[in-house]
């Protein structure tokens, strides 16, 4: 993107009530950032949604000498752009109708081939709470996904945390412009952030902070991952928020359970509870339920056995399956009258056992 494509898409931006939808609607018709902001008003009101009070803005002039002061800012400090155009754009936040036009990094941030997902709860995390994180982490690092969170207290400094201590890329999703951090204790990790990852957002500079921008940017948090774990959450939180967010994006989303009278488990026992989430007991559910592959040497041996033993429940899967076509985990699921977490969790252990083999799209086949 050269320096005149990128002034006009943060024109555009700069805008304000004209959000990521009505911006990437404006762009898909006109051709261009700078297309829109110089198209006459009669061919704009020609576009579903797009009324005079829109198309008023768009000829202020205030917005593009805002855009020149970011696009010094973003040139001052060696900020990559990301236009949701281009192919660096990240891929899976391509399909999410209210991404933003336009993203902010900073590091080394690597969006492509690996599995990539994001850890969130709650900022008053327990001590059950970051052992489990760390656990997850650490049982999912020979798949090499990336980690992705909110660079907040709690939960979300854990993930960070636990990723760079097992070589892991993280990502820091930030609810302000790259010209500062919040919380300001946490800037002694943006370093090792960076080194091992970076940060992402879609706020200025300028933007004065505000806690409203949480919510924000969890849509980036949900939308550049393929799944979205909740550790932790009391019964109102951003975190479910985020789960939310996943799910309006048809994204996987996992809930650690906790016990009925423990606060901090309310939020995760509810998603379950709906059925909003799968419940998450064993972080190898994770790549078993997402279909992640294992490379090199790490990858776990799995072997068929011979005259394998099954349980009582294996078999009413196996009987499930009996007709050797693939088969939907829901379908398995509704045909062995189990509940869908029950076999996730045994047709995982099926799989090690060499009776199974998943499939893209949540399929699995009898070996």
């Known amino acids: 993107m050269t320096d005149t494509e990128l002034l006009y898409v943060l024109a555009l931006q700069h805008i304000p009530k004209i959000g990521d939808i009505s911006a990437k609607k404006l762009i898909e018709h006109c051709g261009s950032a700078e297309s829109v902001l110089k198209e006459k008003r ?4 020609s576009i579903n949604g797009i009324g005079i009070n829109t198309i008023k803005k768009l000829t202020n002039k205030a917005h593009l000498k805002a855009a020149e002061q970011e696009l010094q800012f973003i040139h001052d400090n060696q900020i990559k752009c990301l236009y949701f155009r281009d192919d660096d754009y990240p891929a899976r936040l391509k399909h999410c109708i209210d991404g933003p036009i336009l993203l902010f990094q900073a590091g080394n941030v690597r969006l492509k081939d690996d599995p990539i997902i994001s850890i969130v709860g709650t900022r008053n995390i327990t001590k059950q709470g970051v052992m489990f994180c760390e656990r997850l982490v650490e049982e999912l690092a020979p798949f090499n996904p990336i980690i992705v969170s909110g660079f907040a207290y709690g939960t979300d400094i854990s993930a960070h945390k636990f990723a760079i201590k097992n070589k892991l890329q993280t990502i820091g999703c930030l609810a302000h412009g790259l010209n500062q951090i919040y919380p300001k204790v946490h800037k002694k990790y943006m370093v090792d952030v960076e080194k091992h990852g970076g940060f992402l957002t879609d706020f200025w500079s300028s933007d004065t902070f505000d806690r409203n921008n949480f919510l924000k940017r969890n849509r980036v948090i949900a939308g550049v991952s393929e799944a979205t774990i909740v550790i932790e959450s009391a019964e109102k939180g951003g975190s479910l928020v985020t789960a939310d967010i996943a799910n309006s994006y048809n994204r996987d989303v996992f809930a650690v359970p906790g016990r009925v009278t423990d606060n901090q488990s309310i939020g995760c026992n509810n998603l ?32 068929k056995e011979l005259f394998i033993a099954l349980t009582t429940e294996e078999k009413l899967i196996t009987e499930a399956m009996k007709n050797g076509a693939p ?12 509940p869908i977490y029950k076999v996730a969790s045994l047709l995982l252990q099926m799989e090690l056992k060499g009776i199974v083999r998943p499939l893209p799209g ?6």
Not at 327 to 338: F, H
Request: charged fraction near 15%; hydrophobic fraction near 45%; aromatic fraction near 6%.
């Open 42 to 45: 009669s061919n704009l009101l």
């Open 272 to 303: 379950i509870k709906t059925q909003q989430a799968h419940l998450l007991s064993n972080p190898l559910d994770i790549p078993y339920m997402l279909n992640w592959q294992v490379g090199s040497e790490k990858q776990p041996t799995i072997q």
């Open 327 to 338: 088969q939907l985990l829901d379908v398995i699921a509704l045909e062995s009258q189990l």
């Open 362 to 367: 949540k399929m699995f086949e009898l070996v």
